[in-house]
């Protein structure tokens, strides 16, 4: 029986800290002006734990440059990048990743899958835990868009989904974007659905903190637990699925 246990922590957007017993994952972050760098620094980049960060894709919602600062406070992070972005630096602390790839190191394995936008989306296994981060994996059903391209939308995201069933997920990021007014359910439910993560976490909606709240409620009728997020640096106590939910 695994004993995962993990301290979540939200940033802003889809930018998160995930503490597991020996690792540090750091998710798609992004400068937040209500977040001080430094206190990044002292609580999670300068811990003794291994520290991993993930950037899933260019788009600058979810890469900022200031993380390749961090190298400077802690020599042995690692980042975990996907191939669509360029870097200019001799960082020996950068692993460029496609698709459909997998990564070890000594304690952890890091497999890639796609997107239906740009990128690509993690599953990292590590500390007796399964987590997956979508990245821009979303439904984009769009109202502006035809019929046959919101019916390709659908088709692409199942696809991709279904090659996650049974990975066994705890914890799963998925987008819930208000822009996609009255259909901005419609990744988190499927997934949910699908794949019945321990513990599904909205994102990708900026300021609109509220929308995770809503997206509770709207799939309350399956078993899934949904964490209802209540501001940046709210955190979440996450106690794997087979032992039971904090």
């Known amino acids: ?26 998710f798609d972050y992004i400068t ?18 291994e520290v991993f960060v993930f950037v899933t894709h260019g788009h600058k919602d979810h890469f900022d440059p200031v993380i390749l600062t961090w190298v400077e406070y802690n020599p042995n992070i690692k980042y975990i990048i996907s191939d669509d972005i ?10 460029f990743v496609e698709k459909y790839n997998s990564l070890k190191f000594d304690n952890i394995t890091i497999e890639t899958y796609g997107t239906t936008d740009r990128g690509l989306s993690y599953l990292v296994k590590v500390d007796d835990l399964n987590i997956y981060h979508s990245g821009d994996l979303n439904w984009w059903h769009w109202k502006s868009d035809n019929e046959n391209t919101q019916k ?3 088709v692409d995201y199942k696809r991709e989904v279904d090659l996650l069933k049974g990975k066994d997920i705890d914890i799963a990021f998925v987008p819930a974007d208000p822009r996609l007014d009255e259909y901005y359910y419609l990744a988190g439910e499927y997934f949910a659905k699908t794949i019945s993560p321990g513990l ?8 609109k ?4 709240h809503k997206f509770s409620e709207k799939i ?10 209540n501001g940046s640096l709210d955190q979440y106590n996450y106690v794997d699925k087979k032992t039971g939910n904090s």
């Not at 360029?86 to 692993?95: G, K």
């Not at 309350?220 to 997020?229: A, E, G, P, Q």
């Open 200 to 207: 599904l976490i909205p994102m990708h909606f900026g300021d």
């Open 1 to 26: 029986m695994r004993t995962g246990k993990a301290k979540i922590t939200h940033m802003y957007h889809s930018g998160f800290v995930v503490e597991t017993r020996n690792h540090i994952l750091i």
């Open 86 to 95: 360029f870097i200019d630096t001799h960082n020996q602390n950068l692993y």
């Open 32 to 49: 937040n002006k209500n977040i001080g760098n430094m206190s990044l620094m002292d609580d999670f980049i300068g811990k003794e734990k």
């Open 209 to 212: 903190i509220e929308i995770s």
């Open 220 to 229: 309350n009728y399956l078993d899934t637990k949904v964490w209802r997020i």
């Open 152 to 154: 390709k939308e659908e």
